[in-house]
């Protein structure tokens, strides 16, 4: 990769021994970085600005390119991966993406992210050894993450691999026995959605059946493995399918539901303890979420983070607590559907059902009134422009909270895509960056990573932007 250092180097008129010694590398190690045969990590990168007394941009040359393929910054790849594939997720980046980030820094560092979701970054860091925060809206979402790092290490951490074996071999035992008897579900599961078919009779049965077994056991961590597994393939066993948004099943996708859901929650447990086996000599470090709102001031961790690694809701993107209501409401998250509008007021306003309440309390931002304005003239659907306006005011929210949270030149690694209604385009990457830059950023990449269309054709992309704190740019 092409850098400036040696352009930097001769212009300050020091031998490459000597940088070599300033640097306590060696000479040979220098004119590898020189030729750009190997990374400069960050910690690499921080020296060497401070010995020319040049920025970090400088250094490297404006474009820092990340070779990230479309597949990293789907959730595609963790569904191979040991447990980040234990909840079916959508929306979310790759362990890869996460990975090609935090090798540029030291074991110290910090890592948040706001957006924290099923956990990608959080479990990422965890198994790389690398500490992590995270905050998140949905309290599915928090519970996933949480349970798959600090859950998991508990029960390696107090030897109690076995104790869950048994756990499972005794469910086993007890469902041969009992889970064939018939069972009053309306103890076990709150009435929200009886009416809704959302799955067979059988399949209800089951579910209260497994909450039933699971609400004896007495162990926190294991109980809350017996959870994860449920929620795991509680989707795949219903008469919904969640194709980009959750949806009732069509046609040939109604035989893909598991005939027998006992056995599928069996191998799910099955899954979970093998996956934990195999990460047993690992030691997961602990995450922690901080809290439950991105748009929230954490005073505690200002000036602690060193990246914030992070994807955020799409502007009109999925709509996160539909998608998970039947994983919220068979745990208990929501037992009414005002439960589920509660959840949504913290959240990023993101789709037009959450445009009403949000609406008045938006900091209006000049660069991105010339877009409002144009849907303001064209939209049939008037929440859209209100939709827009919210949406980076609510972005220009979390910027102010990132430049407090990071240390001097922290970087955020931003995955964003770009949207259009009613054939406006929405430059997302373009308007993130100014409010980035009005809140002490700097833009240091702007990649493409992935190209889609948008349902009238229009060519949209998603990108990766790494912004740099600035010092004493605000
Ligand atoms: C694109 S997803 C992140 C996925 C994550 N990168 C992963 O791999 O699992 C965006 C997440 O932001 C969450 N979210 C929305 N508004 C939020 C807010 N104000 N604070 C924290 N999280 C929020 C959503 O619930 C969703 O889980």
């Given at each position: 990769m092409e850098n400036n250092l040696k352009k930097i180097r001769l212009a300050n008129d020091i031998s490459i021994s000597e940088l070599a010694n300033l640097c306590q590398v060696t000479e040979s190690y220098i004119t590898k970085l020189e030729k750009g045969n190997c990374k400069i990590s960050q910690r690499m990168l921080k020296k060497l600005s401070r010995i020319f007394n040049s920025t970090e941009e400088d250094m490297m040359g404006y474009q820092k390119t990340m070779n990230l393929s479309g597949s990293d910054v789907t959730f595609t790849n963790n569904k191979k991966e040991s447990i980040h594939?234990?909840?079916?997720?959508?929306?979310?980046?790759?362990?890869?993406?996460?990975?090609?980030?935090?090798?540029?820094?030291?074991?110290?560092?910090?890592?948040?992210?706001?957006?924290?979701?099923?956990?990608?970054?959080?479990?990422?860091?965890?198994?790389?050894?690398?500490?992590?925060?995270?905050?998140?809206?949905?309290?599915?979402?928090?519970?996933?993450?949480?349970?798959?790092?600090n859950v998991v290490r508990s029960i390696i951490n107090n030897n109690k691999i076995d104790k869950f074996r048994i756990e499972i071999d005794n469910y086993v035992k007890e469902t041969n026995k009992r889970l064939s008897s018939d069972i009053d579900y309306t103890i076990y599961i709150n009435s929200l959605y009886f009416t809704y078919d959302f799955f067979s009779e059988d399949n209800i049965k089951t579910i209260a059946k497994i909450k039933k077994y699971y609400s004896l056991i007495r162990d926190d961590d294991i109980r809350d493995l017996f959870k994860l597994s449920l929620v795991g393939i509680l989707v795949e066993c219903s008469?919904?399918?969640?194709?980009?948004?959750?949806?009732?099943?069509?046609?040939?996708?109604?035989?893909?539901?598991?005939?027998?859901?006992?056995?599928?929650?069996?191998?799910?447990l099955l899954k979970i303890l093998n996956d934990i086996k195999s990460v047993k000599d690992i030691s997961l470090i602990e995450m922690k979420l901080i809290g439950d709102n991105a748009k929230k001031r954490y005073v505690e961790y200002e000036n602690k983070v060193d990246v914030i690694i992070t994807s955020p809701p799409y502007v009109n993107g999925t709509n996160y607590f539909r998608n998970t209501k039947l994983e919220l409401w068979i745990l208990d998250f929501i037992s009414d559907e005002k439960d589920l509008k509660e959840l949504r007021t913290n959240a990023i306003t993101a789709g037009i059902n959450n445009v009403s309440k949000s609406?008045?309390?938006?900091?209006?931002l000049e660069f991105v009134e010339k877009y409002a304005r144009a849907l303001d003239d064209v939209a049939k659907d008037k929440r859209i422009p209100k939709l827009v306006r919210a949406y980076f005011s609510d972005i220009n929210t979390t910027f102010i909270n990132f430049y407090r949270l990071l240390k001097d030149r922290g970087r955020v690694y931003f995955d964003i895509g770009d949207s259009q209604y009613y054939g406006v385009h929405i430059p997302v990457d373009k308007l993130i960056s100014k409010i980035a830059k009005s809140n002490g950023f700097l833009e240091i990449s702007n990649e493409v990573i992935r190209n889609r269309k948008s349902k009238n054709g229009m060519l949209l992309s998603q990108r990766v932007i790494i912004f740099e704190k600035g010092m004493n740019t605000k």
């Open positions: 594939r234990w909840y079916p997720y959508i929306e979310g980046f790759s362990q890869g993406f996460v990975e090609a980030i935090i090798k540029e820094y030291d074991l110290d560092a910090l890592v948040y992210d706001p957006f924290n979701g099923s956990g990608t970054t959080t479990l990422t860091c965890a198994f790389n050894g690398y500490r992590s925060i995270g905050t998140e809206v949905n309290p599915l979402m928090r519970f996933v993450a949480n349970t798959k790092v008469n919904m399918i969640r194709s980009v948004d959750l949806r009732r099943r069509k046609g040939s996708e109604l035989k893909r539901i598991p005939n027998d859901m006992n056995s599928r929650y069996i191998d799910q609406i008045d309390s938006h900091t209006e």
